[in-house]
């Protein structure tokens, strides 16, 4: 199966600085990655994801790279806002249909 | 709301109780999953279905666990006899099927308690 570990655990940051997330995966075979944040209560929500085709993807201040040779991927987000603070985790996509997700990063924006 | 539906939103209970959670879907999507979500811990995976099959069942899910999906619409998830280690969120999520991989949609979850 696949084993996905993230780092770091928490983070936190001044308002309008970038935040950096990283995760490394086991199996090759995984060919998607997606992103997902989690505000507290609340359901896990896709803010991005990349193919394995591709090396780079950005969507306004949150952009996501992948090495695929290294097996590691990251989520970099821009200007950062205190709307940012929440919980956030990668994921790895195996065999088109099994999600298994990093244990998460906790990221407070301070004003 | 056009998204994924879980019902209840939180369920306590004793242990040894039986409980059933329900899962209503994205209408179009015909894959389902469900995941168990503990306090700092990302979600982990149960199980899936692609329409009525369950396709895959983690290890995690003990014979006390059951998952249907009979009419590849909405599912349910049982659990019998519940232990306190059940404690957790229960996450669903379904996606559409495709060429390639396909985001996943979560619903809200239901919160188990067992005391």
């Known amino acids: 199966g696949e084993n996905v570990e993230q780092h770091p655990s928490t983070l936190s940051v001044q308002e309008g600085d970038s935040a950096v997330i990283k995760c490394t995966y086991s199996d090759s075979a995984s060919n998607y990655f997606p992103w997902y944040k989690q505000e507290l209560g609340k359901r896990p929500q896709l803010i991005i994801d990349i193919r394995s085709n591709v090396g780079e993807k950005k969507d306004q201040r949150i952009a996501v790279t992948l090495n695929k040779t290294a097996k590691h991927f990251s989520l970099h987000i821009t200007e950062t806002q205190p709307e940012d603070s929440a919980v956030y985790f990668c994921?790895?996509?195996?065999?088109?249909?099994?999600?298994?997700f990093g244990a998460g990063t906790t990221v407070t924006v301070r004003a | 709301d056009t998204g994924v539906s879980q019902n209840p939103r939180h369920k306590i209970t004793k242990r040894g109780q039986n409980v059933t959670f329900r899962c209503d879907p994205i209408s179009e999507h015909n894959r389902l999953y469900w995941y168990r979500q503990t306090l700092g811990q990302g979600p982990e995976f149960l199980t899936y279905f692609q329409n009525e099959a369950q396709l895959e069942k983690s290890r995690l899910l003990s014979d006390r666990f059951s998952a249907e999906r009979p009419k590849g619409s909405f599912s349910t998830l049982e659990i019998q006899r519940t232990e306190q280690g059940d404690s957790a969120m229960y996450l669903c999520a379904s996606s559409a099927s495709g060429q390639g991989s396909v985001p996943l949609h979560f619903g809200n979850g239901t919160r188990l308690t067992v005391t």
């Open positions: 994921a790895a996509f195996l065999n088109d249909y099994k999600l298994s």
